[in-house]
């Protein structure tokens, strides 16, 4: 990276650092602190366990994006997919550099450059259309909120012209086959790394793949339930500080903040982005301001818990990898 792309990248930290703070300060530090002390050293461990339950979701949609891959590698995706979120969450501007290490994984275990890079896009669209799926139910427990006895209809028309938006892009997901190949063709030029000279053979893998239309179904499956497993995680954070309001009603909160991630890609991790998102959203759920940014610094500590070891083992990984290549040069 150039020094001239230093500076916008510490900019931005900065002012999602800044925002993070502006939060924490407009709900209450000491009630953050004292929410988050609930969660315990036994609450945290809880919590990785059931994130590594998440990744092994993760895992098998991508192995399950690759029709006619062994079942035995489930770990080895599961490893990729593990670098490729750390990659994705902690290093900024970095989904084209967490898409980078996923295929380097991958392709470092004997795997072909172009099944992976195919693999890559149908995990990709299968995810995106499974989010699609969670939001459409976010936003349909986030409607009987507002619309039921008490609740607001000032926003009806968005939720009306979201839901109404969701729906449509997924039938064309569903029912257009040729077009989701197209635009995995486009996906693959604008988003794979290394991949000039690739495309043909790229798009031909992709081609054989879509036709497993079972294996793309069980990979859709895979990361619905993981994205659901997701909100389980912040339900079971706010179970264990004592502010878990019900689960359908946490799956709508992070259906809402996954959104939010999704739009402030540029920013690691949405940093301040979604600490201010929790704050104004929160309460519509039935939960605390305060334990909601406690829950978002929380989910923080995780990823960096995760993903900074994953980073670290992998780039050693990387490093006697190189090294090999030289000695065998």
Known sequence: MSGRLHWPVLLAIAAGLGITVWAMGSVGFADIGRSIARLGITGFGLLLLASAGVNLLLGAAWLASMPGERWSRWLSFTWARTAREAASDLLPFAQIGGLVVGTRTLTARGLAANRVYASMIVDLTTEMFAQLLFTLLGLWIVGSLLF??????????????????????????????????????????????????????????????????????????????????????????????????????????????????????????????????????????????????????????????????????????????????????
Request: hydrophobic residues 55%; charged residues 15%.
């Open 148 to 329: 039921g006895p008490g609740g607001s209809v000032s926003v009806k028309p968005m939720i009306w012209a979201g839901t109404a938006l969701v729906i449509a892009t997924t039938l064309a997901f569903a029912t257009l086959q040729r077009p989701a190949l197209r635009f995995a063709g486009f996906l693959a030029q604008r988003v794979l790394p290394d991949t000039e000279g690739r495309i043909d053979g790229i798009l031909a893998e992709l081609a054989g793949f879509y036709r497993a239309r079972g294996s793309i179904f069980i990979a859709f499956v895979f990361n619905f339930l993981a994205w659901t497993a997701s909100a389980g995680c912040a339900w079971l954070i706010l179970d264990i500080i004592h502010q878990a309001p019900s689960f359908w009603n946490v799956v709508g909160l992070e259906s809402l903040i996954f959104a939010v991630r999704g739009a402030a890609f540029f920013m690691p991790g949405a940093l301040g982005f979604q600490e201010a998102a929790y704050i104004l959203l929160a309460t519509t759920f039935g939960i605390n301001p305060e334990a909601a940014v406690a829950m978002s610094l929380i989910k923080r500590a995780r990823d960096v818990a995760i993903g900074l070891p994953s980073l670290i083992v992998w780039q050693i990984i990387e490093f006697r990898s190189g090294l090999k290549r030289k000695a065998s040069a």
